[in-house]
């Protein structure tokens, strides 16, 4: 509540003029949320018969290779590609949105490994050491701002799939992580709603201060990754974010989720906090972030953290180095082995501290026309409890190596 007060009275005191309707709904990242304003968006935009169009697009070719009984091994595609239509309205601006994913062809057997990684579910068995692939449908939605005054503007914002304002901006869109193809293990902490259904999201902005509320259906997605999972509105979130300069962006928001694991009940109280910095360099931008994520299980009454940094920095407008060192409270490691799970709840417990260390690298190699191509590598080395190191080593690891394609203009 301080934070509040401190943030709306600093905002009254240091108001400045919002942005034109039209640029404000291009700055969003996911669903409602944002990265700093010096953050560079990869695009291609036109302008046609009163429509502004953009294209944006990010694909990953993966392999991985990971140690210990409980690493895997793969070939997979991460990917998305979204488009938007923007056009003046009734003295504001009406934005329409969709973002798309061949994931569910291009991960087979429903997942990739990923040590440590927990949350939904394949062929009916909860997902340990592996991550789900995105739905086809990622999103789809329209956004409408209008500016009230220098000072104020209001959004209102409706996706059947969308990202509700809970969390930070999704990895897949956040400037910090644009040359990592893997997901965090903290995801399910922090952004992992950024697919969901049936999402309304009211804002208001006044300077650089924004407050935001949603409803939205809480249950993450299904299995099958090709439709639609509709719901009623039964969660709820709302988020306070700050932008006192371009290269600054913070948020503080929470959230109820209504059964989110479709095979586990009970509901998760969620609170996120982060903040984004990003500056231009000579290379480029060096986008850094540091997110805190709780989950309160409303039926065993834990409070679960994860922390996150994570920073990618350009030497060269060409080549690229990235960081992301997380610590994460782990209570699903051994939930597909039940009878382990309940032999090592009675005798130590079931909630492990992991934290992951990575770096990467990734230099751009060749450009055709409005793609952009880059080779990388990103190694993450592990640090356990003692009590876990006879099911993943005493010192696990994991390595991917891609190739990476965007569309930039």
Not at 115 to 141: C, I, K, S
Not at 270 to 286: E, L, M, N, Q
Not at 367 to 378: C, P
Request: glycine share 10%.
């Amino acid at each position: 509540m301080r934070f509040v007060l401190l943030s709306f009275s600093m905002a009254l005191a240091c108001a400045q003029p919002v942005e034109s309707p039209d640029v404000y709904l291009m700055n969003a990242a996911s669903g409602t949320s944002r990265n700093p304003e010096s953050a560079s968006m990869p695009m291609l935009m036109r302008a046609d018969g009163g429509w502004l169009l953009s294209l944006m697009g990010q694909a990953f070719v993966v392999d991985t290779q990971q140690s210990g009984p409980r690493g895997g091994d793969k070939f997979y595609s991460t990917n998305w590609i979204m488009g938007s239509a923007g056009h003046a309205l009734a003295g504001g601006s009406l934005l329409l949105e969709t973002m798309l994913s061949l994931e569910p062809a291009t991960i087979t057997d429903r997942r990739y490994p990923e040590l440590f990684q927990t949350g939904e579910t394949a062929y009916g068995r909860t997902l340990v050491d592996a991550q789900h692939p995105h739905n086809f449908v990622m999103g789809l939605g329209a956004h409408y701002a209008h500016r009230i005054g220098e000072q104020t503007m209001v959004h209102l914002y409706y996706a059947p799939v969308g990202d509700p304002a809970l969390g930070p901006v999704a990895y897949p869109h956040r400037a910090s992580a644009q040359e990592l193809p893997q997901a965090p293990i903290g995801h399910h902490w922090e952004d992992s709603t950024h697919i969901a259904d049936n999402v309304v999201t009211a804002a208001l902005q006044y300077g650089w201060v924004r407050l935001e509320a949603s409803g939205f259906y809480g249950t993450e997605p299904g299995e099958n990754r090709w439709r639609f999972d509709w719901g009623p509105m039964n969660s709820y979130a709302s988020r306070l974010s700050v932008s006192p300069t371009k290269n600054w962006a913070a948020q503080i928001s929470a959230g109820r989720l209504a059964h989110p694991e479709r095979e586990q009940p009970g509901d998760v109280v969620r609170i996120t906090a982060s903040i984004a910095y990003t500056r231009r360099v000579s290379g480029g931008a060096w986008a850094s972030a540091i997110i805190w994520g709780r989950n309160h299980e409303t039926l065993t009454g834990r409070n679960l953290n994860a922390w996150l940094l994570e920073t990618l920095y350009p030497l060269t407008r060409r080549n690229f180095v990235t960081g992301r060192i997380e610590l994460v409270d782990k209570d699903e490691l051994f939930a597909d082995q039940p009878a382990l799970e309940a032999s090592l709840d009675r005798s130590v417990g079931s909630t492990f501290r992991v934290q992951a260390y990575t770096a990467g690298y990734t230099r751009d190699i060749a450009r055709f026309r409005d793609l952009e191509t880059g080779l990388g590598m990103n190694v993450t080395a592990y640090a356990i409890p003692g009590v876990i190191q006879p099911y993943y080593g005493v010192h696990p690891w994991g390595v991917n190596v891609f190739l990476r394609l965007r569309i930039k203009h």
